[in-house]
């Protein structure tokens, strides 16, 4: 069952429109990756889990805009649909097997009517070649209903790479270069 977990961000981005399936760490050697291959690990975390007008964080390359026609990975940030990986909190960690290079996060509403003016959620940051990066947990405050919702990131470090060490026998967490994204200060407000 944990080990299920681990694939709702693929599975997640089959459903939101991705066409790719992206491979997680339970997927490949994560001892012996390959020189296209680094491994990108974050949670993402909620007040509140929304039953309608969810958010998600969608994962791009730098250079691309944000859209989900360019987007690579959509994941969910606070899909009351789907239970949260801990009890005292709502929490949701994902892995990915990228390409290195340079990515940034943007947000997406679920809801059709709703775009964001300001999409973009972090600075860009960069994967290098056989990398395993922790980039923190991506947290909203609020549900996207009315548009509003606040992005910060946090430093989870010992709580999401412990779930990760605890549901893949043959990781090594000291291995992880844990280097949190910063958030990108912005006006959160949607519009129809």
Not at 110 to 126: A, L
Request: glycine share 6%; proline share 3%.
């Amino acid at each position: 069952m944990k080990t299920k977990a681990l694939f709702i961000g693929t599975a997640l981005s089959v459903l939101t429109g991705c066409a790719t399936t992206l491979p997680t760490v339970n997927d490949i050697d994560v001892n012996n990756l390959e020189k296209n291959q680094s491994v990108l690990i974050f949670s993402a975390g909620a007040y509140e889990a929304c039953k309608i007008n969810t958010v998600q964080v969608v994962v791009k390359k730098s250079e691309n805009e944000a859209s989900l026609g360019d987007s690579i990975g959509v994941y969910q940030l606070n899909n009351g649909y789907i239970d949260s990986f801990f009890e005292s909190e709502y929490g949701l960690v994902y892995s990915t097997v990228l390409e290195p290079g340079t990515y940034d996060f943007w947000l997406s509403n679920t809801n059709p009517f709703f775009s964001y003016d300001e999409p973009m959620i972090t600075e860009s940051f960069t994967l290098k070649s056989k990398e395993i990066k922790y980039i923190g947990e991506i947290y909203g405050d609020r549900c996207g209903g009315n548009g509003d919702i606040t992005i910060t990131v946090h430093n989870k470090n010992e709580r999401d790479l412990n779930y990760i060490k605890n549901n893949v026998a043959e990781i090594d967490i000291n291995k992880v270069v844990v280097e949190p994204v910063k958030a990108i200060p912005r006006d959160d407000k949607a519009v129809e």
